[in-house]
């Protein structure tokens, strides 16, 4: 079972990036595709982008497109997401999960991690 540890977040000013890193356990980690969610304060956590197993194949949620990149590492059993751009809606609580199957964002697999905080100030 992959166990997600997530890290990276801080505070940033409007236009400023971040790389958030999740470290999963598991010797499994590396047939599983991956992906980012993300949850604003008072609001549904939402899916962000997801990675196949190779790296090779990404998508993302429309809002994140162009300004977010997923990648993995998959000696490492860590999957990153590059934010540039940010903007003050992108303030949540950012989770990485793996997926059971690639294309099915809602095919989480075991329980969330405790998420890292991204904080964007105007």
């Known amino acids: 079972q992959v166990k997600p540890v997530e890290s990276g977040g801080g505070l940033v000013q409007a236009g400023g990036s971040l790389r958030l890193s999740c470290a999963a356990s598991?010797?499994?980690?590396?047939?599983?595709?991956m992906a980012w969610f993300r949850q604003a304060p008072g609001k549904d956590r939402e899916f962000v982008a997801a990675?196949?197993?190779?790296?090779?194949?990404?998508y993302y949620t429309d809002s994140v497109k162009g300004q977010f990149t997923i990648s993995r590492d998959n000696a490492q059993n860590t999957v990153y997401l590059q934010m540039n751009s940010l903007k003050p809606e992108d303030t949540a609580v950012y989770y990485c999960a793996a997926l059971n199957r690639y294309r099915d964002y809602e095919s989480r697999l075991g329980s969330w991690g405790q998420g890292t905080q991204v904080t964007v100030s105007s």
């Open positions: 990675i196949d197993w190779s790296g090779f194949n990404a």
């Open positions: 598991g010797r499994t980690f590396s047939i599983y595709a």
